[in-house]
């Protein structure tokens, strides 16, 4: 959302949810159109229906197991179509925990993908295919904690060693990219990445004693996958393609009751360059709340380097007024101003915003005037009028 400064494809989407106890079912179907083509019949793609499935099931001796079946049928770019039937089968047993502290965690994974596709070039136009692929990975911690007066110090380094055989389709040209939260799984891309690897990483925390439990302070993660060789069927942007990856991590500073900061990065291998730096800060002082966001990506993960900051005034519980802007230093430009007011109550959110867009045309800088009305119902539907 940062990056993006206008989004030019249509979605129209309607879906229904149905969750209970330890199962979900979703159905839905979806149009869209993307502006910028110029050939109408390539401008529309419809994915229906979409039907997704799940179901958990418990055992005390062997664990969880966690069923996921996802049916869907494609047609895009006026004649390549898609039909799948996709079925996971994920097990999680309990964890085991020796004498001395080690906790050893053990997960499998198996994919059965079945496919039909015409006139595409990432799948096999060969009629119908049927596809089994599996991944396995285990995973030792040792977490340590440090108790004090007023926080609680914990620290932990974790090894997961993976092993996923037989062969991946290719995705070096998809926009996928490492980051600590998908560190550990056992797909970090949508197939499950073959080969062996190896994965080491640490966990701190400092927490604050307060009268009814405790607070996180501050946290520090950070983790690198080794791998046994090098894959070019990844993508170069996630740097899982390389034998030693990025080192990913991300950085949380929560202030006392005024808000928090969060920083995610990405260190070169070489331990000297960093590709990748978000920063989300978020203050709140009551009647004023603060944010500002920053990006910067570098070498082959991007190149794209923004900031936004925005201030808002809260006059009473129903109404407020807001301040944002936008600036691309890449280009060295200002993008765009919004200011807004929104008027709020239990059953109805209403909405009037000013943009003032900037954009670059050839030799000229010219800018962009809009004003915008929402109006939303709850919880009922979104309902917005432009108007220029």
């Known amino acids: ?18 969750v209970k106890d330890d199962m979900f079912f979703d159905i839905a179907a979806s149009a869209y159109e993307d502006l910028n083509v110029d050939k109408k019949s390539d401008k529309y793609e ?17 664990g969880t197991f966690d069923l996921q079946s996802n049916a869907l049928y494609n047609s895009y770019e006026t004649n ?14 309990p964890s085991h925990i020796t004498k ?9 994974m198996i994919r059965n993908t079945n496919y039909e596709t015409r006139k595409t070039q990432e799948y096999k136009d060969m009629g119908q295919v049927s596809e089994l692929t599996g991944v396995l990975s285990h995973k030792t911690s040792l977490p340590m904690k440090k108790d004090g007066a007023n926080y609680t110090k914990l620290f932990s380094p974790n090894f997961m060693a ?49 009268d009814i439990g405790e607070k996180e302070k501050f946290s520090l993660s950070l ?14 942007k996630s740097s899982l393609d390389q034998r030693m990856s990025d080192v990913v991590g991300e950085i949380n500073y929560n202030f006392s009751e005024i808000g928090k900061i969060d920083y995610k990065f990405s260190l070169d291998h070489n331990l000297n360059d960093l590709n ?57 430009s200002t993008e765009l101003y919004d200011i807004s007011y ?47």
Not at 80 to 93: E, M, R, Y
Not at 172 to 200: P, Q, R
Not at 373 to 382: K, L
Request: glycine letters at 6%; proline letters at 3%; a neutral charge.
């Open 223 to 236: 983790g690198q996958v080794f791998n046994y060789e090098k894959n070019k069927d990844l993508p170069s």
């Open 342 to 388: 929104q008027y709020e109550v239990d059953c109805l959110t209403a909405g009037l915003v000013y943009r003032r867009e900037f954009y670059q045309d050839t030799d000229d800088l010219e800018p962009k005037n809009s004003l915008m009305f929402t109006i939303t119902f709850v919880p009922f539907t979104n309902v917005s009028a432009p108007l220029k």
């Open 1 to 18: 959302a940062l990056v993006d400064s206008e989004n030019t494809n249509l979605q129209n989407e309607i879906k229904y949810s149905f």
């Open 80 to 93: 390549k179509k898609k039909t799948f039937l996709t079925n996971d089968v994920i097990w999680s047993p």
């Open 46 to 62: 419809y994915i229906l229906p979409n039907i997704m499935y799940g179901k958990t099931f418990f055992t005390e001796k062997f």
């Open 276 to 332: 990748y730096n978000e920063i989300s800060t978020q203050l709140d002082f009551g009647k004023v709340q603060f944010n500002l966001d920053y990006l910067e990506q570098q070498k082959h993960i991007g190149d794209e380097h923004y900031a936004s900051s925005g201030i808002t005034l809260n006059f009473n519980e129903n109404n407020k007024l807001g301040f944002s802007t936008k600036k691309n230093f890449k280009t060295d």
């Open 100 to 108: 001395n502290g080690f906790i050893n965690t053990l997960q499998g």
């Open 162 to 210: 993976r092993y996923a055989p037989g062969h991946m389709r290719n995705l070096s040209g998809k926009d996928v990219l490492l980051n600590y939260t998908n560190l550990y799984s056992l797909n970090k891309t949508s197939e499950i990445e073959d080969g062996l690897s190896a994965i080491l990483g640490i966990d701190f925390k400092i927490n604050k004693k307060k």
